[in-house]
């Protein structure tokens, strides 16, 4: 955990209870599209009739745009001969940061029957000679459990996701989906076609998982709150000058909806964090409003777990902010964030100002580690004191390396000080505190040992 400062205001579960505002708070900036065309459209001006702009295709697979103009790309595995697939080069990667992959709409037919996979692969830097590569199976057999089935046995809107992490040596990360071993015999409904798809670097622990946190237009397609998902009377809006926020729109009785965000990875037992960040609530609100984190098997539709409170919102304002957490249970592999809106009070009708409006948001994942182990070696020991003393009195150190369980800089107060000396004198020798407080006090002789090497140090540097 990190050391947290509490002040009054925050809304939650219907009563008053304390903001806690912590010194590594997450970022508000949405995670980046690496690719430079997530839907395989035609992206040339003046248009040339060729989708799938940025990508390269292999074997018997294309880009076309026959399903209602909507780019896509098309893999056809309606032939025993065939195999195939896409990819798409030239994107920057840094050696040990993770990357995940997701195709964010798929649409597998009825009678595909070849191997089908996606994932990463790792280049030095001609982008030619690949070093790694890390890929996931998808397992079109189980379509039949997935959502959207159609009336000839095909699934639409599918999601999949994996990660890898680039090795030492890598320059470039390369996406790709690729299938073989086909085993149909020319029959129809037989293809997949992928409609949208997103590559993004993963965050460290702490930094904001969303992918749109702003629900703006971000591929310029006129369309907000990509990669959002909304039913019943929710959308996503910008008549509040030109800044882009979902809108719940309880002004009508009868009126409810909500939003969420799909193919965002989770691990089991790991505590994710959901904030509403920048809320506006109209003077006649009046409707339930619920929040929090839905946890989701490999399918990413058959729930696992989920939690989710009713926030206090019978205080209209603008700038309001709401958190809720939840801990991943065992066989999680996606968490979700929603947002509902119901029980709108039958007592007006078509009310003005009677709506909710959420203009920036965040999810996290909870930052781990041992309160004191600042080079992050799994033990409290003299590098970190080392550590806190080269850095002592310094006001910011997020860009000195080592300082791994707190990403954003010092975790207290925002200066190297007796607070980051505690952590260290407190835990020293530990390998399994996993807080500060509660940890337990040193012996006497390390105790005085420690200070008096403070003491000599910090004379040293004066």
């Known amino acids: 955990m990190l050391a947290c400062l509490r002040t009054p205001g925050f809304r939650s579960s219907r009563w008053l209870v304390p903001l806690v505002v912590c010194a590594s708070a997450t970022p508000a900036s949405a995670v980046d599209n690496l690719l430079t065309n997530r839907g395989f459209e035609d992206t040339t001006e003046p248009a040339d009739g060729i989708f799938g702009d940025g990508w390269g295709a292999f074997g018997a697979a294309d880009f076309n745009a026959f399903f209602g103009a909507n780019g896509h790309a098309s893999l ?70 997935l959502p959207n089935v159609d009336g000839d046995g095909g699934v639409n809107a599918a999601v999949f996701s994996m990660k890898g992490t680039a090795p030492s040596g890598a320059a470039f990360v390369r996406p790709i989906v690729l299938y073989d071993n086909v085993q149909s015999t020319a029959s129809s ?11 993004s670097e993963v965050p460290t622990p702490g930094g904001n998982l969303l992918k749109n946190p702003g629900f703006e237009d971000i591929d310029g397609d006129g369309n907000l709150g990509n990669t959002w998902g909304s039913f019943g009377t929710t959308g996503f809006n910008d008549f509040f000058t030109g800044n882009g926020h979902a809108s719940l729109f309880a002004d009508t009785v009868g009126n409810a909806g909500g939003l969420f965000q799909q193919a965002i990875l989770a691990t089991p037992g790991t505590e994710y964090t959901f904030e509403l960040t920048d809320v506006r609530i109209e003077d006649n609100w009046d409707a339930d409003l619920t929040f929090g984190l839905e946890f989701y098997g490999g399918d990413d539709f058959n729930k696992l777990g989920e939690s989710l409170v009713v926030a206090d919102t019978s205080t209209p304002g603008d700038g309001l902010s709401f958190d809720v957490s939840g801990t991943a249970p065992a066989g999680t592999v996606y968490v979700r964030p929603v947002v509902l809106f119901d029980n709108v009070n039958g007592a007006y009708l078509e009310q003005p100002l009677a709506n909710l409006f959420i203009f920036d948001a965040s999810l996290s994942e909870a930052v781990t580690g041992i309160v004191g182990d600042y080079d992050a070696s799994g033990q409290v020991e003299q590098a970190d004191l ?73 004379w040293r540097r004066g």
Do not use: H, M
């Open 76 to 145: 056809f595995p309606d032939q025993p001969e065939n195999t195939g697939g896409i990819f798409q080069a030239g994107i920057t990667a840094t050696p040990g940061a993770t990357y995940q992959f997701d195709l964010l709409n798929t649409r597998i037919e009825a009678n595909f029957d070849a191997d089908l996979r996606f994932g990463l692969e790792f280049y030095l830097s001609d982008d030619t000679t690949k070093i790694a590569e890390t890929l996931a199976p998808i397992d079109a057999d189980t379509r039949l459990a």
């Open 189 to 199: 409904q037989e293809n997949v076609f992928v409609f949208d798809s997103f590559l």
């Open 386 to 458: 080392d550590f806190v003393l080269q850095n002592w009195g310094d006001t910011d150190v997020s860009d000195v390396t080592g300082w791994v369980n707190f990403p954003n800089g010092d975790p207290f107060d925002g200066l190297v000080d007796q607070n980051e000396l505690d952590g260290v004198l407190l835990n020293w020798g530990d390998t399994t505190v996993p807080e500060f407080s509660g940890a337990t006090v040193p012996e006497p002789s390390a105790w005085v040992a420690l200070s008096a090497g403070l003491f000599c140090r910090r």
